[in-house]
């Protein structure tokens, strides 16, 4: 089965009839955006794994709730967030900047998610999102459920701390 060619119409129509395999497989043609996107948060390889599953339950028992079927992917993506978010909320504050196996799923010599880790959460998201996995603006606006013009200042003054970051290093 072409996961990827699937399109949402039908994706939705056979997830909403039963079918946890097609999501299963659409999952997974997508890991490695989703991991990224979880890997930004939460810096755990077993917490990324629950949160992966966790989504993918909360989207197969609530995918009656998605409005627009073109959205399925934004959609997904903002139960993730929420799913990444709440995992962190649960960790009761514990410092991201021990030694958490920062290395064993990605390569960062330049020490990207430690200092990416560093600027305002706010920021973070909207940074992660465009330069990390590449979604466009647009599309971030929907995934977090904010204006356009919102998510332009955020990644503008996420970048900014950024740099400033980097210009103390």
């Given at each position: 089965?072409?996961?990827?060619?699937?399109?949402?119409?039908?994706?939705?129509?056979?997830?909403?009839?039963?079918?946890?395999?097609?999501?299963?497989?659409?999952?997974?043609?997508?890991?490695?955006?989703?991991?990224?996107?979880?890997?930004?948060?939460?810096?755990?390889?077993?917490?990324?794994?629950?949160?992966?599953q966790n989504t993918m339950i909360?989207?197969?028992?609530?995918?009656?709730?998605?409005?627009?079927?073109?959205?399925?992917?934004?959609?997904?993506?903002?139960?993730?967030?929420?799913?990444?978010?709440?995992?962190?909320?649960?960790?009761?504050?514990?410092?991201?900047?021990?030694?958490?196996?920062?290395?064993?799923?990605?390569?960062?010599?330049?020490?990207?998610?430690?200092?990416?880790?560093?600027?305002?959460?706010?920021?973070?998201?909207?940074?992660?999102?465009k330069y990390v996995v590449g979604?466009?603006?647009?599309?971030?606006?929907?995934?977090?459920?904010?204006?356009?013009?919102?998510?332009?200042?955020?990644?503008?003054?996420?970048?900014?701390?950024?740099?400033?970051?980097?210009?103390?290093?």
């Amino acid at each position: 089965m072409d996961i990827i060619k699937l399109d949402n119409k039908i994706l939705v129509k056979k997830v909403k009839s039963g079918d946890l395999e097609v999501l299963v497989y659409w999952i997974m043609e997508r890991k490695d955006k989703f991991y990224k996107i979880a890997w930004s948060y939460v810096y755990k390889h077993q917490d990324i794994e629950d949160i992966l599953q966790n989504t993918m339950i909360k989207a197969y028992e609530k995918i009656n709730t998605l409005k627009n079927i073109k959205l399925f992917e934004t959609w997904f993506i903002s139960i993730l967030i929420n799913e990444c978010r709440q995992c962190l909320k649960s960790r009761k504050k514990e410092l991201l900047h021990e030694d958490m196996g920062i290395y064993y799923y990605h390569v960062d010599e330049y020490n990207f998610f430690q200092e990416i880790n560093s600027i305002d959460e706010i920021f973070r998201e909207s940074v992660v999102l465009k330069y990390v996995v590449g979604y466009s603006q647009e599309e971030i606006s929907q995934i977090l459920d904010i204006p356009i013009g919102t998510v332009k200042s955020r990644i503008y003054r996420g970048l900014r701390e950024l740099r400033s970051l980097l210009k103390e290093v």
